[in-house]
């Protein structure tokens, strides 16, 4: 397992306590080659330059053929991340794209905090690296900071630093919401169901999700080996994030691994472990989002060893800087 490197700005933003960031490696290049790894199936194995484009409140970067784009007007959202025209979010409505929250809910209820959900963010390019950062709510301010990487994905750093005068325990929420079309996955760790009211369509050492009509039910688990995968459209879209958590470290009503089925989209969601955030103090989580063009030979359908072993051969060999 080899460390990421990271540029000075990355270095400097991990000095300021435990970070918490989201770094994409190895997505957007040819996966004609079942068994090809995050070296060597992307065109941009070399260092390559990227920029940031800006259309009123819209930054988006285009890194080969995968692309993302971010609404720094409507809370800092991922709106968009797409292989050439497909994209792989739920794009629709107010609830769209990916966001992030601080965890347990029970601290906010519904609906989310707005200075971190949706209300503007500052933002700022600097180079190739994007910043966004919030209001505070509860004592918490959220800072994203968006740069890609040398593999043609992106890194994202989120950042919960606490703003107010007393100590606060909380953990990080990483929300994305997708189409209902396709299939959902990750491998289970210890038995743990919590308040789960959304069966899965299939559970062993991987748990499988299709949508088939539910709405409104939510599944809570542990998870194991840190990622999560969603698969329509001939592509897959992989969240590898760096905390396998115990079940002793959940916030309270919440798990590792959450999934909310509506009618519209479904939720894949990861959390941290639930910490103390001392007042001034600032701490992070690391997230990998990558997104592979499937080949001809991988089955997308429950209990598909091929796209398990897909998954698994291009997950990004890190230690998230740690």
């Known amino acids: 397992m080899f460390k990421i490197s ?12 435990s970070l918490i960031v ?44 995968t692309s993302l784009t971010v609404d720094a007007d409507f809370g800092a959202r991922i709106t968009s991340f797409k292989w050439n025209n ?9 609830l769209n794209g990916s966001t992030f929250w601080t965890s347990p809910q029970s601290d906010w ?19 190739d690296v994007l910043t966004l950062t919030s209001d505070s709510a509860n004592g918490i301010r959220i800072t994203k900071i968006i740069s890609p990487t040398p593999k043609g994905a992106f890194h994202i750093e989120y950042v919960m630093t606490n703003t107010s005068g007393s100590s606060i325990d909380v953990a990080p929420w990483e929300v994305t919401r997708v189409s209902t079309a396709g299939v959902n996955l990750f491998p289970v760790g210890e038995a743990y169901s919590g308040n789960s009211n959304l069966p899965p369509t299939q559970e062993d050492s991987i748990l499988w999700y ?23 459209n001939g ?18 009503g919440e798990a590792e ?40 030979e991988i089955t997308v359908e429950v209990g598909s060893p091929s796209l398990v072993e897909f998954i698994r051969q291009r997950l990004c060999p890190c230690n998230f800087g740690l």
């Open 235 to 252: 592509l897959v879209f992989i969240k590898h994030y760096s905390t396998d958590i115990s079940i002793d470290e959940f916030a309270s």
């Open 210 to 232: 299709d949508h088939s009509g539910e709405n409104d039910k939510k599944l809570f688990r542990d998870g194991a080996e840190q990622w999560i995968a969603h698969a329509s």
């Open 22 to 65: 989201l770094t994409a490696c190895g997505g957007g290049g040819d996966s004609s080659d079942s068994s090809a790894n995050t070296e060597t199936d992307t065109p941009l194995a070399q260092e390559t330059t990227a920029a940031w484009s800006q259309r009123q409140d819209l930054y988006s970067m285009q890194l080969g053929k």
């Open 86 to 94: 497909s994209d792989v979010l739920y794009t629709s409505g107010s």
């Open 257 to 296: 691994i959450e999934i909310y089925a509506s009618n519209n989209y479904v939720e894949l969601e990861q959390q941290g472990a639930i910490e103390a955030l001392a007042p001034g103090e600032s701490r992070s989580w690391h997230v990998v989002w990558q997104l592979h063009e499937l080949t001809e």
């Open 109 to 127: 209820n519904w609906p989310p905090l707005a200075a971190h959900d949706s209300s503007p963010y500052a933002a700022s390019v600097d180079e």
């Open 6 to 17: 990271m540029s000075r700005r990355h270095k400097i933003a991990l000095t300021l306590g």
